[in-house]
């Protein structure tokens, strides 16, 4: 999973159905669009922390054990936005941790013979409490999983003669922080330039992924590994080399973060060759590459720059906020270079990878009910046309200038994607055919005024759900404190 990674800064066709830009070259990502599945409808949350929670947890925020709506607070407002003064509700309380009672992926998996390690950016844990910490969630191996949002720096530093990422974390990855040496560029195919600087992050991160794939193969168990980037997220800070090379081919504003993409795509490139040989010995008798399925996503949509022809940016409820690269990648099981239509969400990944499993542990659904659906049939026969559900989405707070109290459906409706969406400040409605419309510019529900009944009608169904866990958050009137609900037609 990497961080605010947009829908088209990749450079596979597949994914972001031909309309990338060529600023961006990511030839990793590209091999696994080539040799795999690419979905064309992923979504995610629209910010960091409650996309990790509902992966985390197959859940929306709206279940107790996940009521992680945003990063921080809900209220976050900001000009040019709704200031607190001018708004005409206030956002609830939420959490900013998966509850220590939820059944975690990793806890499931572990459940059905899985060991499990976690990699990188983790954000939803440790909040004042240890009990959501990775290892207490599930986790067998931690390195660098925290309540940390982002990375204070890319580079490692010199510190009372010790190389260390300053800040980072709780410290894990400072034993792979020393300078690049001449045998470190050589195996990597790094430029001899870059011997003696100090280590980029991206790099330490594949440094620890190598030492994690190569434990958990040599053990006689199969094993989930979240390999969750700091990359892209600011600061955008990209290896020198890579920078320079993007420099070559588009302009200086954008280069250095199409090097910080390329040193995400290398971090993918060194995943797929431990795979080929896990204890890097140069034998590959050892391999584990067909046994193993990779998938490859983003936490939500692109914050630098643009996302077209996606409309808006990370944070936001349009489709550039929503909207993510997704790509599966399994050697003989999924069918080279295909494409998938199907609707997908972060929460289906539970379900998805507890099937291919095996299920013969689900977690029991009156204590930990899961929202998301599979999609493993998916992989190994693309062209099924199963319809997926209704996905939803429920913001009851302000999140700066990009986000107000709204509710969402996209929804497939006689073979065409359309979007509702419901503004409390505004106490309006819009639709958006996004079949014909990708970049959401028309607004057609004066036009279409049954089919947006009847996507509000299942809004309602779904806010309405009768479960002892189903407790979503509404926004608070000003007069009484009372949560509003939404005004269905």
């Given at each position: 999973m990497i961080d605010d990674l947009g829908w088209n800064q990749i450079s596979a066709r597949q994914a972001t159905m031909g309309t990338h830009t060529g600023s961006f070259i990511t030839p990793n990502i590209e091999k696994i669009a080539d040799q795999g599945l690419s979905f064309t409808y992923a979504y995610t949350q629209p910010n960091c922390a409650p996309s990790r929670a509902a992966m985390l947890s197959g859940q929306y925020p709206a279940r107790i054990n996940n009521s992680v709506y945003v990063v921080g607070n809900l209220n976050r407002n900001k000009k040019p936005g709704i200031t607190k003064e001018e708004a005409n509700f206030t956002g609830p309380s939420q959490s900013e941790d998966v509850a220590s009672s939820a059944i975690t992926i990793a806890e499931a998996l572990k459940k059905n013979g899985y060991n499990t390690a976690h990699i990188g950016k983790y954000h939803v844990g440790g909040h004042g409490t240890d009990k959501t910490m990775p290892?207490?969630?599930?986790?067998?191996?931690?390195?660098?999983?925290?309540?940390?949002?982002?990375?204070?720096?890319?580079?490692?530093?010199?510190i009372n003669d010790s190389w260390q990422f300053a800040r980072l974390g709780q410290g894990d990855f400072d034993r792979f922080a020393k300078p690049y040496t001449e045998a470190y560029v050589e195996q990597y195919g790094i430029p001899k330039s870059q011997v003696g600087k100090p280590k980029h992050v991206c790099d330490a991160l594949a440094d620890a992924m190598e030492e994690t794939v190569d434990t958990l193969s040599a053990k006689n168990k199969p094993f989930y590994l979240q390999l969750h980037a700091y990359a892209v997220h600011g600061p955008v800070q990209s290896r020198p080399d890579l920078k320079e090379s993007a420099q070559k081919r588009i302009n200086s504003k954008n280069s250095n973060l199409a090097g910080f993409i390329s040193g995400m795509d290398a971090v993918?490139?060194?995943?797929?060759?431990?795979?080929?040989?896990?204890?890097?010995?140069?034998d590959k008798s050892d391999?584990?590459?067909?046994?193993?399925?990779?998938?490859?996503?983003?936490?939500?949509?692109?914050?630098?720059?643009?996302?077209?022809?996606?409309?808006?940016?990370?944070?936001?409820?349009?489709?550039?906020?929503?909207?993510?690269?997704?790509?599966?990648?399994?050697?003989?099981?999924?069918?080279?270079?295909?494409?998938?239509?199907r609707m997908?969400?972060?929460?289906?990944?539970?379900?998805?990878?507890?099937?291919?499993?095996?299920?013969s542990w689900l977690p029991p659904a009156k204590k930990h009910p899961l929202d998301g659906e599979s999609f493993a049939q998916f992989l190994r026969n693309p062209k099924l046309t199963d319809k997926r559900?209704?996905?939803?989405?429920?913001?009851?707070?302000?999140?700066?200038?990009?986000?107000?109290?709204?509710?969402?459906?996209i929804d497939e409706i006689e073979n065409k994607r359309y979007k509702l969406l419901y503004y409390y400040e505004a106490n309006a409605w819009e639709l958006y055919n996004l079949t014909d419309d990708i970049g959401e510019d028309r607004n057609i529900i004066k036009k279409n005024p049954k089919l947006a009944t009847n996507l509000s009608n299942r809004i309602q169904d779904w806010l309405g759900q009768k479960h002892p866990t189903w407790k979503p958050k509404f926004p608070l009137s000003k007069k009484d404190g009372k949560p509003v609900l939404p005004k269905f037609l």
């Open positions: 290892k207490n969630q599930g986790f067998d191996i931690n390195i660098g999983g925290y309540s940390q949002g982002h990375q204070p720096t890319c580079f490692s530093k010199k993918l490139g060194r995943l797929l060759d431990s795979l080929e040989d896990p204890n890097g010995d140069k391999s584990i590459a067909e046994n193993t399925l990779i998938i490859f996503t983003s936490d939500n949509g692109g914050t630098h720059g643009d996302n077209l022809p996606l409309r808006g940016v990370k944070g936001m409820f349009t489709e550039g906020g929503i909207r993510v690269p997704l790509i599966a990648y399994w050697p003989g099981i999924i069918p080279a270079s295909t494409v998938s239509t997908v969400h972060g929460i289906d990944f539970y379900p998805t990878l507890l099937e291919i499993a095996g299920n559900s209704p996905i939803f989405y429920l913001f009851p707070g302000y999140m700066d200038i990009r986000a107000q109290p709204c509710i969402v459906a």
